[in-house]
């Protein structure tokens, strides 16, 4: 039997009706990780962990009463989660040793849900990037063309559930590192509201930004494991005390008086015309499934990404700070003094990007720039956040491409820093904003470049954006829009 490409309910009805055990399942995945291994998806793969977690879950289903959803599923975590015992590196060198005493509580969450670990993917390094090219461990390949990227940061993540390596895994998203290779690798990829998930052991890229979710194979599944990671966390200030609504139960096909809106500044020009179609078309299937649809306008919108690039260097320059080769991470083997300690271990140990984003953030925030550059930054963000406020006074829901383009050739972002900040421009401003938003595959499109790895083309993404809490709304249109279509059942042939 197959196992990949199950949802999450057929996976838990197998592990209950005992037609699988969890040690089998993790085994049919840990061999897929290995026979796909070109495809660059795994930094660390966690092979004794996992059936020795599975096998603790198989106790546990062989024991009386109800068994946790995701008891004895497997899945995978970015590599910026800390896992007790288990290297977690942020795909940069200087993190190359580091092996974390506990556990963040997303980790630990799904630790008491008896889910299983499968190992650590592949990213950008300190999740910087929108190609998954800046990784200390090299590129991560797309399934659907290998010669293209998956996009980043999460690009282990996208690349490893769109070919079946995992049946979920997690991400951060500080500016669309979810939803990116959500949209280039047909997956369904989830960004909470800021403070729905717990930043509590997940390494720091921008505080203020940093969002934990996931790339899944359905909004169903994305309503289900939303509802185990997510709520307040005593260990992380900034986790809301809202409840967490049971997402899963509260799910709707239809989409009668619904009110969606389509924010016409987030239809570029220069959009590849085969993902403008599909885009178009999706809006007009949930037209159909109820809901209205009326243009609206975020006037600043195209601020958000020089916002972006101000306000996230700031933070990253800070949180990059304590990478001191003294208290974790690389030291250099030879200095004369504690000064070249410090000088030598961040040269040896960051990548260029953190090098770049440190210089960019130190230098924004200096004496001399701080009032030009951060605070009138920071205030441009609370006029987009204003904006998005406004606009969910006249609407549910906010309809839009998650990407202007279908996926890249690999190694365009390798040179080229500003692609990390231009790529997700359609992204940025909901982590500006700390609100929720789901991309979802809605079809296939030709690339630009021409060059077609198949009659279809690749992945397009479609992008729901719901009010702050706003997590059941854009579930329930991604699930109505999933229930009447088929592209989230499209795999790649790898
Ligand atoms: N492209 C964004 C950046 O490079 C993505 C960051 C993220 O979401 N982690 O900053």
């Not at 024991?63 to 599923?73: K, R």
């Not at 590192?177 to 998930?197: L, M, N, Q, W």
């Not at 994305?222 to 992380?236: L, N, R, T």
């Not at 900040?421 to 359609?426: K, M, P, S, T, V």
Request: net charge negative; proline share 5%; aromatic share 10%.
């Amino acid at each position: 039997m197959n196992f990949e490409f199950l949802e999450l309910t057929e996976l838990r009805k197998l592990l209950d009706e005992k037609k699988v055990s969890s040690v089998e399942l993790a085994k049919y995945f840990l061999g897929r990780i290995k026979k796909y291994q070109d495809l660059n998806a795994f930094i660390t793969v966690t092979e004794e962990e996992a059936e020795l977690q599975a096998k603790v879950a198989d106790d546990y289903i062989a024991s009386p009463g109800e068994n946790p959803f995701l008891c004895g599923i497997p899945y995978a975590a970015k590599d910026m989660f800390l896992t007790k015992g288990i290297r977690t590196t942020a795909a940069s060198k200087i993190l190359d040793n580091y092996v974390p005493p506990f556990d963040s509580t997303i980790i630990a969450k799904l630790k008491e849900q008896k889910a299983v670990l499968l190992g650590k993917t592949n990213q950008d390094q300190f999740a910087h990037g929108s190609s998954g090219e800046s990784s200390a461990y090299g590129f991560t390949l797309n399934p659907w063309d290998k010669t293209r990227m998956p996009a980043g940061s999460s690009s282990g993540s996208g690349a490893g559930v769109s070919a079946g390596l995992a049946p979920y895994a997690l991400g951060t998203d500080t500016g669309g590192s979810i939803r990116g290779p959500a949209s280039f690798c047909g997956v369904t990829g989830y960004k909470p509201t800021y403070g729905r998930t717990s930043r509590y052991g997940v390494i720091s890229m921008a505080s203020s930004m940093d969002t934990q979710g996931f790339l899944c194979l359905s909004v169903e599944d994305a309503a289900h494991i939303a509802e185990y990671i997510s709520g307040h966390d005593p260990k992380d200030a900034s986790t809301g005390a809202l409840e967490v609504p049971e997402y899963h139960k509260n799910l709707q096909a239809d989409l009668n008086g619904l009110k969606v809106g389509l924010p016409k500044e987030y239809f570029l020009e220069g959009m590849e015309p085969g993902v403008e179609k599909r885009v178009q078309e999706a809006i007009k299937q949930i037209e159909k499934l109820g809901a209205t649809i009326v243009e609206v306008s975020l006037p600043s919108t195209h601020y958000g990404q020089m916002v972006y690039a101000i306000i996230t260097p700031s933070e990253i320059s800070s949180n990059l700070a304590k990478y001191d080769g003294i208290r974790f991470g690389h030291s250099t083997a030879e200095a004369k003094d504690l000064l070249e300690v410090y000088n030598k271990s961040r040269a040896e140990g960051f990548g260029d990007e953190a090098k770049r984003r440190i210089m960019t953030g130190t230098y924004v925030l200096s004496a001399g720039y701080y009032d030009a550059y951060y605070k009138r930054a920071q205030k441009i963000r609370r006029l987009l956040v204003n904006e998005f406020e406004q606009v969910f006074k006249q609407v549910d829901v906010l309809l839009t491409p998650t990407s202007p383009n279908v996926a890249l050739k690999s190694g365009l972002a390798q040179h080229d820093p500003i692609y990390a900040y231009i790529a997700d421009r359609l992204l940025v401003n909901c982590n500006l904003a700390g609100i929720p938003a789901i991309s979802v595959p809605c079809g296939f499109a030709l690339p630009a470049d021409g060059e077609t790895p198949s009659a279809d083309g690749l992945p397009v993404g479609l992008q729901i954006i719901g009010p702050q809490w706003g997590e059941q709304k854009i579930f329930n249109v991604g699930y109505a829009y999933q229930q009447a279509t088929d592209w989230h059942k499209k795999h790649p042939s790898i």
